[in-house]
């Protein structure tokens, strides 16, 4: 849907992909728990502790949430709080003049649309459509893991997040070693067949809270969230030693890892993708078939570092 250019549009420092992850997300702000707040139905009791907590840590920027949610349009802070006011006020009208209660959605979609021009042949999808629509433009379809474009859209979001509050945040970016040869000698499909087992692997070894990418051709990336070095390098050993996969001549194909952690001389998501990026050519300078990690301090950053094996 795209937003008219009037008093209503307004330039703001979240992204897109931060307000699509806001209504999409397992604790996500759904239409469903906006219209139960514009009065559809009554709140639970802790459906309404968490639109108290929302609309507190969120300010002015909760009336953005509410509208976004209900129509997938921006709308700045200064305005969306008058806005949604004057959407509310819609709906009663409506709901007065129709004798029945028009719910809030479509009494957004009518104010939207007709009286202030905002939204223009908007259509009518359901929650569900639109989520598996995004989930699908987020996935690669070869592995079934977060596609490369998911995959900056969450490290962006993670080191603002580690910058702002001070907490960990940890990368890996894992490549298969000689995967060129595979691909020569069994041909692309048998190569297609062992990424895609791979892919597979890294979801069953990786944490419910790790974010599993494919990062482009043979490389995967992982993002480790509130984890530090240390551990993320316990981790990386633990996915090297499942993700090594074997030929039908009994060729063992291995993976590469570098790993880096987030730490004072990191200060935006490039700083942390090029430093795993250095760590991983570390290893295949080193041998391949190894984990390399660095921490803010330098190499190693104490993580015990495997050999070839």
Not at 95 to 103: A, I, M, P, Q, Y
Not at 203 to 231: K, M, N, Q
Request: proline content about 2%; charged content about 25%; hydrophobic content about 40%.
């Amino acid at each position: 849907m795209m937003m008219g250019a009037n008093k209503y549009s307004s330039p703001f420092e979240e992204s897109d992909a931060d307000r699509r992850r806001g209504i999409l997300d397992d604790d996500a702000l759904s239409v469903e728990l906006v219209s139960a707040f514009a009065g559809d139905r009554l709140l639970t009791k802790s459906e309404r502790l968490r639109m108290e907590e929302l609309r507190r840590s969120r300010g002015l920027r909760f009336f953005s949430d509410l509208l976004y949610s209900i129509s997938h349009q921006f709308f700045s802070p200064e305005v969306a709080e008058d806005l949604w006011t004057e959407v509310l006020q819609h709906k009663i009208h409506l709901s007065t003049v129709l004798g029945r209660n028009v719910r809030t959605v479509v009494a957004a979609l009518d104010y939207l649309s007709n009286i202030t021009g905002n939204m223009h042949f908007p259509t009518l999808v359901g929650e569900a459509v639109i989520e598996e629509i995004v989930g699908l433009s987020l996935r690669d379809g070869l592995t079934g893991l977060f596609n490369h474009t998911y995959f900056f859209q969450q490290i962006d979001l993670e080191v603002r997040r580690a910058v702002r509050y001070g907490v960990d945040v940890s990368l890996m970016l894992i490549d298969i070693d000689d995967f060129k040869t595979v691909n020569d000698t069994y041909g692309h499909q048998h190569g297609d067949t062992i990424l895609a087992a791979m892919g597979k692997t890294l979801l069953s070894v990786a944490r419910d809270s790790d974010i599993c990418c494919r990062y482009g051709g043979d490389e995967f990336s992982v993002i480790l969230p509130l984890t530090d070095v240390h551990e993320a390098g316990e981790i990386a050993e633990r996915i090297k030693a499942e993700m090594a996969d074997y030929m039908p001549a009994g060729q063992k194909v291995t993976v590469s890892i570098g790993v880096a952690s987030f730490g004072k001389t990191i200060r935006t998501y490039r700083d942390l993708v090029e430093r795993a990026d250095a760590a991983l050519y570390e290893v295949k300078r080193n041998g391949k078939n190894r984990v390399e990690a660095m921490a803010d301090s330098g190499w190693n950053g104490g993580v015990q570092l495997s050999k070839n094996n």
